[in-house]
């Protein structure tokens, strides 16, 4: 019991930054507007850029902002092995998805791969049985979680409820059939605005 609560509190402490793209979305990308927005995006893409080239020995500098994140919200395996592709794959996502959709749809996007997946991963800690079938390293109620704070947000932004439901389901779907947890920043994005797109 003990072990699961340091795993929910550190999951917490980890999304408690990969939430604030997600509640920054709207006032960025719809009220102040894309010219605001993709430079934004831009300059965090390239800080984490950064921040895994120092990484790699690349470079010997550490990006500000992007490496004091990533010893917060960086696993084991990511400290171990020196990576953090997470963050570039969830900023290019970002960057591209405001350059190639209308802002509401957008700033759907960004919330879903936010603030969705921060409520999988810290519901699926927080009650790992039962086992999605989907996928028997996630969990049920993480993928409820992941559903219901998806269709929020899609309506929060202005998403019509019918297409929201759609695009929850989908990006549910996708993060639950996600196996490598870091790709999640690109599989789950890409499904919600393609979807975005179409509808």
Not at 109 to 114: A, F, P, Q, R, Y
Not at 131 to 150: C, E, Q, T, Y
Not at 175 to 182: G, M, P
Request: positive net charge.
């Amino acid at each position: 019991m003990g072990d699961r609560i340091s795993q929910v509190l550190f999951e917490v402490k980890r999304k408690s930054i990969h939430v604030i793209p997600g509640f920054a979305a709207i006032p960025i990308v719809v009220w102040l507007g894309k010219h605001v927005a993709i430079p934004i995006a831009v300059f965090f893409l390239a800080l984490y850029t950064l921040n895994e080239l120092y990484l790699k020995g690349i470079v010997k500098f550490k990006a500000p902002i992007a490496y004091q994140t990533y010893r917060i919200m960086a696993r084991r395996e990511e400290v171990e092995k020196r990576y953090f592709t997470g963050t570039i794959y969830f900023w290019t996502m970002t960057v591209a998805v405001i350059v190639l959709l209308e802002p509401v749809k957008a700033a759907a996007t960004v919330m879903v791969s936010s603030l969705g997946d921060a409520a999988a991963a810290i519901t699926g800690k927080a009650f790992p049985n039962p086992r999605n079938p989907l996928n028997r390293g996630k969990s049920i109620a993480g993928s409820i979680a992941m559903f219901a704070v998806s269709l929020l947000s899609c309506i929060v932004a202005g998403i019509s409820v019918k297409t929201s439901l759609i695009v929850a389901l989908l990006a549910t779907v996708t993060e639950a059939l996600t196996t490598i947890s870091v790709l999640d920043e690109l599989t789950v994005p890409v499904v919600t605005a393609t979807t975005l797109w179409l509808l």
